[in-house]
């Protein structure tokens, strides 16, 4: 079983909608999530960062993680063509503040069609 | 501008010659990373930096070394016993006591 799941799509949706991207992951000692934004032949960018459970939100960005679940989302409002991207969520444990790296999915296709 | 930057942005060698892939960032980090990205494969491990002069390895040091003399620099030096360098490699660096990294622009390898 791998420790972080996410499907790879591609995920198509009309300009506008509500996009809704999930990770699941099997190591219950991950403790920081992270969910970055990936243009094709770029470095992935940090869009959101979060502790524990619960939500946050930035902007037209709402990151969402239930630990119990060992479930983590991420939610864009209002999605624009420029959101189309492939986005990797990410996550590391408590210890040494993430000293060792982080634990990545392979990443979600997004295309918002115009 | 803070940030991290790898050159060149494109890099190709023939089978048998070592490469080596800069990677320079002026944000005062501590940790550094490698990364290798394949199509389908998600981000893997290759080596990282904690403090200058030392690094430990990842999930598929194998075939790849690296070097830490100097904070805002971690170069990663593909070898000839690397099987299969192909790949677009990634540097990120962390601060000191938090979790998020942060990436460079990315370097595309291609051996043939």
């Known amino acids: 079983q791998k420790e972080v799941e996410q499907d790879p799509g591609p995920l198509s949706v009309p300009e506008g909608a509500i996009v809704s991207l999930n990770c699941t992951y099997s190591n219950s000692a991950f403790q920081y999530f992270m969910w970055y934004r990936q243009y094709s032949r770029k470095g992935p960018e940090l869009l959101m960062y979060?502790?524990?459970?619960g939500n946050k939100e930035d902007g037209r960005f709402t990151a969402q993680v239930d630990k119990s679940s060992k479930y983590i989302s991420l939610f864009i409002r209002d999605s624009q063509p420029s959101d189309s991207a492939t986005y990797l969520c990410?996550?590391?444990?408590?210890?040494?503040?993430?000293?060792?790296?982080?634990?990545f999915g392979k990443g979600t296709h997004l295309i918002i069609q115009p | 501008d803070g940030g991290i930057t790898q050159s060149p942005k494109y890099l190709f060698r023939k089978e048998g010659q070592n490469v080596t892939l800069s990677c320079e960032q002026n944000?005062?980090?501590?940790?550094m990373y490698w990364y290798r990205q394949d199509p389908g494969q998600g981000l893997r491990l290759i080596y990282y930096s904690q403090i200058v002069n030392d690094f430990q390895k990842g999930d598929i040091a194998e075939g790849y070394s690296v070097s830490r003399e100097k904070k805002e620099s971690f170069p990663l030096t593909v070898t000839s016993a690397q099987k299969n360098p192909t790949a677009f490699y990634l540097c990120?660096?962390?601060?000191?006591?938090?979790?998020?990294?942060?990436f460079g622009p990315g370097t595309r390898l291609t051996v043939t």
């Open positions: 990410a996550m590391s444990e408590s210890r040494g503040g993430g000293a060792d790296g982080l634990t």
């Open positions: 979060t502790y524990s459970s």
């Open positions: 944000l005062n980090h501590d940790a």
């Open positions: 990120a660096s962390r601060g000191k006591n938090s979790h998020e990294q942060y």
